[in-house]
């Protein structure tokens, strides 16, 4: 069984450029979650997709952040403009309705 | 809020030691338990878990055993292996929508 596939593997941008990161879920899995993991720190849910709609996004930073899942299967997360705060890794993971969750390996993101 | 807390790292052991990696949570409610592992430049991987109380959950060698009155699910495994060597996060079910809530990652190094 394939799993998460996230890409890019990694993007290097200066501060108020804009950035996208796209993920693949495991097939057949409706829950979709895109985590913030700063350096040292555990990863922090931004937001969460049952199917293609959006069940939680209380921590994604709307003025900047944006998320969307189209057709209930893949899904991007973009940053516009982009904060030297952001630089973190970014992501996603996938779950069976609210079982076990399945992670990516992840986006490293340098703002400059 | 649901939240998360585990010892400080980094933790450094010789092969074949013993390990225990100490996390306790506050929570409303009966959250599941979850250990995950990040070893170097990979994605997080579901180490093992437990979904109530006296459950123990196990793995590779790796055991926790969620304990609701003393509101703990320490990692514990009787001889760890240079393989070992990662960083490992408590994690514990935030909501109802099932979305995770980590701890800060305790690093792990097994020398020879």
């Known amino acids: 069984e394939a799993g998460v596939a996230q890409s890019p593997r990694y993007k290097i941008i200066e501060k108020r450029q804009s950035v996208a990161f796209w993920c693949n879920p495991i097939?057949?899995?409706?829950?979709l979650y895109w985590y913030q993991q700063i350096l040292g720190q555990g990863p922090k849910l931004l937001i969460q997709?049952?199917?293609?709609?959006?069940?939680?996004d209380s921590q994604l930073p709307k003025d900047r952040f944006s998320a969307e899942r189209l057709k209930g299967v893949d899904s991007t997360l973009k940053i516009q403009p982009a904060k030297l705060e952001d630089s973190a890794v970014y992501l996603c993971?996938?779950?069976?309705?609210?079982?076990?969750?399945?992670f990516g390996p992840g986006t490293r993101l340098t703002v400059l | 809020g649901n939240s998360v807390t585990q010892m400080e790292g980094p933790v450094t052991l010789s092969e074949e030691a013993f390990l225990t990696i100490n996390c306790t949570y506050t929570?409303?409610?009966?959250?599941?338990l979850f250990w995950y592992v990040q070893y170097p430049g990979e994605g997080l991987q579901l180490l093992l878990k437990?979904?109530?109380?006296?459950d123990k959950g196990s793995n590779k060698g790796f055991e926790a055993t969620y304990r609701k009155e003393t509101t703990s699910f320490h990692l514990e495994k009787g001889s760890v292996q240079v393989s070992d060597s990662a960083v490992y996060f408590c994690?514990?079910?935030?909501?109802?929508?099932?979305?995770?809530?980590f701890g800060k990652g305790t690093k792990l190094s097994v020398k020879p």
């Open positions: 993971a996938s779950s069976l309705g609210s079982y076990t969750q399945y």
């Open positions: 097939s057949g899995h409706a829950t």
């Open positions: 997709f049952q199917n293609n709609g959006v069940v939680d």
């Open positions: 929570a409303t409610g009966y959250p599941s």
């Open positions: 437990a979904t109530k109380a006296d």
């Open positions: 994690a514990l079910t935030g909501g109802s929508q099932g979305n995770l809530i």
